[in-house]
């Protein structure tokens, strides 16, 4: 006698974003509970995720080609979080995840495809568009510093660093950035002006030719 079960199989990949899905909706439930440390616990998720999400694009991607960050996170959200119903409270809980976690997959990115040579032929980055996955040396290089100069403006200055998170790695507009950081829409509009100038000049006053 053969006993038998009527048993879904899932492929893997679905499996592991269900999982994935269910772990971020019980976190974000505790957030809005005021477990204040469940937010450390989203961090991982999110990166797994994007990084998950990251190397399927890429492969399917010819070689030269740049992938965008906003697209990775607004993906990652999509799959993860909107339909499951969360308020904009859990949402900026996920953005804000999703910027750090993008901003360490982008600068894992660039290392690796950088093996940087100091010297001349830095050119300045700019920030007003979205990061993108490069894999042109020179990119790379500029990725690499600002992320170090980032590094140091967020000893300096948690919330405007914050800010640029959002904005630039992200991909948030400015008004959805203030809800999250629950500042006014003119408070960061000048935080991200001061923002960009001052990463400029210490990007700058880093490269500048000895």
Known sequence: ?????????????????????????????????????????????????????????????????????????????????????????????????????????????????????????FQRVEMDESASIVSDEQNAKELIALDEALNRFTQKDKIKSDLVKLRYFAGLTIPQAAQILDISHATAERHWIYARCWLRAEIDRQHKPS
């Open 1 to 121: 006698m053969s006993l038998c079960w009527d048993v879904q199989i899932l492929p893997m990949g679905r499996l592991r974003r269900r999982r994935i899905m269910t772990d971020v909706t019980r976190i974000l439930n505790a957030i809005e509970q005021g477990d204040a440390k469940a937010a450390d616990a989203l961090l991982p998720l999110v990166y797994e995720e994007l990084r998950f999400l990251a190397a399927q694009k890429l492969s399917q991607e010819r070689p030269g080609q740049t992938l965008q960050a906003t697209a990775l996170v607004h993906e990652a959200y999509i799959r993860l979080v909107e339909s499951q119903d969360q308020d904009w409270n859990s949402r900026g809980h996920f953005f804000k995840a999703a910027a750090e976690a993008m901003r360490r997959i982008l600068v894992e990115n660039a290392r690796r495809k950088g093996r940087i040579k100091h010297g001349g032929g």
